[in-house]
């Protein structure tokens, strides 16, 4: 099955600064690639997606950027503000299941 | 729309001791998932169902068990509880299971087994 890889696991910027955080998967038929953020005590939202199809996409502060050749995608957060400290979560489908990466602890300090 | 609901948000279980775990959605989705996350391992799937009427196994699906009572509803089952079946536990939901559907989650159950 597929096997999704995410560094760093904790990441501590200054507010203001940006944040980066990578996934690499294995199998290279997975073609979708959602990003979730959990806040504390809740369910993970999705706040941004890429499809195999394209190399880079962009939502205000945020952008994910993909590489097929090499098998790994990556979560861009510009301009942090506190309110983005979280746990981002990123994964990849593939034959219709969801498989997750471990989580990137964000800490936006003020 | 209250999106993926889920009860109970929290439990505490004794080993050995039975539950069933609720969710529902309002979005009109097709197929609904159970994923339990616990710390260092992200989100594994357990039971998934693709449609009304059908439900299949995921990643960890051992001591457990899901019914798909109606389209909007789906609940997962442990009939005996282990210690190690501790977690957080999210259902999800998407519009049809498809390698590109975005998927739609709830706020959690906290289950903890003495």
């Known amino acids: 099955g597929e096997n999704v890889e995410q560094h760093p696991s904790t990441l501590s910027v200054q507010e203001g600064d940006s944040a980066v955080i990578k996934c690499t998967y294995s199998?290279?038929?997975?073609?979708?690639f959602p990003w979730y953020k959990q806040e504390l005590g809740k369910g993970p939202q999705l706040i941004i997606d890429?499809?195999?199809?394209?190399g880079e996409k962009k939502d205000q502060r945020i952008a994910v950027t993909l590489n097929k050749t090499a098998k790994h995608f990556s979560l861009h957060i510009t301009e942090t503000q506190p309110e983005d400290s979280a746990v981002y979560f990123c994964?990849?489908?593939?034959?219709?299941?969801?498989?997750f990466g471990t989580g990137t602890s964000l800490t936006v300090i003020p | 729309n209250a999106g993926v609901t889920q009860t109970p948000k929290f439990q505490v279980l004794k080993t050995g001791q039975s539950m069933t775990l609720q969710c529902a959605q309002d979005?009109?989705?097709?197929?609904m998932y159970w994923y339990r996350q616990d710390p260092g391992m992200g989100l594994r799937l357990i039971y998934y169902s693709a449609s009304e009427g059908t439900t299949d196994k995921g990643e960890v699906p051992n001591g457990y068990n899901v019914s798909r009572l109606n389209k909007r509803e789906f609940s997962l089952r442990l009939e005996s509880a282990a210690p190690s079946q501790t977690s957080v536990y999210f259902c999800a939901s998407s519009p049809m299971r498809g390698a590109q559907e975005t998927q739609y989650f709830g706020p959690g159950t906290r289950l903890l087994v003495l």
């Open positions: 994964a990849a489908s593939s034959l219709e299941q969801f498989y």
């Open positions: 979005m009109n989705h097709n197929s």
């Open positions: 890429i499809r195999s199809n394209v």
């Open positions: 199998d290279s038929a997975s073609n979708y």
